[in-house]
């Protein structure tokens, strides 16, 4: 996380098909979004979008199942330790509800990062679903 401090705003990579919307917010709050087809070809494989988000330095903001089980198999993977460090959102709510419920989310995805922060070997995971904000540390 290259000398960056809690207060910092950091920089989020959105998924393919991660909402415009759900970016607005995070572009509200003061961080940097990077969107998936400013920076990679339609339907990159996920692996490639997980090592992008990485080189960036950014948390990356996914909204398909198939990333979540990607970071937990590379996570713990002794041959790719590089994804031991992917810093996640995975938006697992349905898409018309997203906004409002990253809007209510932001106040724990910021701590998480604060808190992410505070070691090397951290990362931050957050799952946001219709009913429930989940970490995972």
């Not at 031991?84 to 959102?89: A, M, P, Q, S, Y």
């Amino acid at each position: 996380t290259g000398g960056l401090k809690a207060n910092d705003p950091f920089r989020v990579m959105f998924d393919e098909g991660a909402p415009d919307s759900v970016a607005d917010i995070f572009r509200d709050r003061g961080h940097t979004v990077i969107l998936h087809r400013e920076v990679l070809a339609q339907g990159a494989p996920d692996k490639l979008v997980c090592i992008t988000a990485l080189e960036n330095e950014a948390i990356l903001v996914a909204v398909d199942a198939d990333m979540k089980q990607l970071v937990r198999r590379y996570g713990s993977a002794p041959n790719d330790a590089r994804f031991k460090l992917l810093n996640l959102v995975r938006i697992g709510c349905n898409l018309p509800m997203a906004a409002a419920r990253t809007q209510h989310a932001m106040g724990l995805i910021e701590a998480e990062w604060t808190f992410a922060l505070a070691k090397a070997a951290r990362r931050m995971w957050v799952d946001i679903s219709n009913h429930s904000l989940t970490t995972h540390r």
